[in-house]
């Protein structure tokens, strides 16, 4: 078993998520390459400074714009949003891994005998007159429906009919996102863009406790290190109970894909991928990084096991965009900032797109942080990246910043 430091389990994870050191993830190539590394990255709607799956490539990913990602998702086809964990962008190449949940909502979707009738219909008019919004389906009114593997319908009432239909057969696979317009999905027959080999392909892993295993393994690469135990990491899952998780960590440890490792003051051991050996020795080999600082997304695959950034970072995180105003501690959309191999707090940044302007409106650093001459200016470039990130020709740091 190897051992680490908390130091060092910290190194570990930011050299992981290429967050340390220099970038090791570049341009529109470095995007796909760190989304296949992940397994998926989560999508959210809301878009204040940035979408969270832009977010989380900006942090991450030299040069990165948010164009990038459309063109991957939209043009190059080499990534597909769909339910992972939670709403999700993942490798097309997986395409046939998910083929249980696509079964599942077709099965789920025949209890809905109004929503039925119309399946086929949309399909011929997509074919006929190209991709369309539910804003576009020629389809009136509302019908009972709800989706069996997000958060899509009224799980008690009626939704939008033509919404309905079009959600239901993108969670069959029968259609996919063919772009978005800001928030409005626009939808298209899957078979226009999903190469016909993987749409043909069968599960590679029909059997549940195998299917587990795979996303195991994918999960304790997205996050670095995962412990054996109850996480918000393996939401989505579904199917996996403690058992079972048991299994597949027992299996994927005998067949060497993964690693334990002792950190420092855990009773509990950690894993992490067989194949991240050698970030394991970068890690305890003393090798000194410059320091980059860099805002994280909400929802970033670093923080999906809080308990384990609260126990190896002593940082605690919460999104309060869901936090009634009056409980909030700091914001509704307030980003963690890392620098170094630390979280050294976390900031308010919002672009005024009118006139360009990034407003950094606020910058809480955590207790025991020195606000040195370095970290500042640390700190400025990092918010200058943001800005230009956000098309913003000009930056406004107040309140904790220097203008």
């Known amino acids: 078993m190897v051992g680490l430091s908390k130091s060092q389990a910290r190194r570990f994870l930011l050299l992981k998520h290429g967050l340390l050191g220099p970038y090791r993830f570049k341009g529109k190539r470095g995007a796909l390459e760190y989304i296949r590394q992940a397994g998926c990255i989560q999508f959210d709607p809301v878009d204040v400074c940035g979408k969270n799956a832009e977010l989380i490539l900006h942090a991450r990913v030299q040069g990165f714009k948010k164009s990038m990602l459309y063109a991957l998702l939209y043009e190059d086809r080499a990534l597909v949003d769909y339910p992972d964990k939670q709403l999700s962008i993942w490798p097309v190449e997986d395409w046939p891994y998910f083929a249980r949940y696509r079964a599942a909502a077709k099965a789920e979707g025949e209890q809905f005998a109004a929503l039925q009738q119309h399946l086929g219909w949309a399909k011929d008019y997509i074919a006929a007159h190209g991709p369309v919004s539910a804003e576009e389906l020629p389809l009136s009114g509302k019908l009972p429906w709800y989706s069996a593997i997000h958060w899509s319908g009224n799980w008690h009432g009626e939704s939008n009919a033509a919404r309905s239909v079009l959600e239901q057969l993108y ?9 978005k317009l800001g928030a409005r999905k626009v939808y298209d027959l899957a078979e226009r863009h999903i190469p016909q080999a993987l749409l043909a392909a069968e599960d590679p892993l029909p059997a549940v ?15 670095g290190l ?89 940082f605690d995180y919460t999104w309060e965009i869901y936090t009634p ?19 050294i707090g976390r900031a308010e940044a919002v672009p005024d797109r009118k006139s360009g302007v990034l407003q950094v409106r606020n910058i809480w650093y955590e207790d025991g942080v020195r606000e040195t001459k370095a970290l500042r200016a640390n700190v400025e470039r990092c918010m200058c990246r943001f800005a230009a990130f956000n098309g913003c020709a000009q930056l406004q740091m107040t309140d904790n910043g220097s203008e």
């Not at 406790?209 to 996050?223: F, K, S, Y």
């Not at 996480?231 to 079972?244: E, Q, R, T, V």
């Not at 105003?325 to 170094?340: D, H, I, S, W």
Request: positive net charge; aromatic residues 8%.
């Open 209 to 223: 406790q195998d299917h587990i295993e795979w996303r195991v393994l994918r999960r304790i690469g997205a996050v």
């Open 325 to 343: 105003q009056e409980k909030r501690k700091y914001g509704a959309y307030v980003l963690p900032m890392v620098c170094g191999e630390r979280f």
């Open 171 to 179: 969670t069959t696979g029968e259609l996919v996102i063919h772009h």
């Open 226 to 314: 995962l412990w054996n135990a109850a996480s918000c990491a393996w939401l989505g899952i579904d199917g996996m109970k403690a058992a079972a998780r048991n299994e597949a960590f027992a299996a994927l440890l005998e067949k060497g894909e993964i690693l334990p490792v002792a950190v420092e003051g855990m009773r509990a051991p950690m894993y992490c991928r067989a194949g991240d050996a050698p970030l394991l020795e970068q890690a305890r080999s003393g090798e000194r990084f410059t320091p980059r600082c860099a805002l994280l997304a909400p929802l970033d695959c670093l923080l999906w096991d809080k308990k384990l950034i609260r126990t190896l970072f002593d």
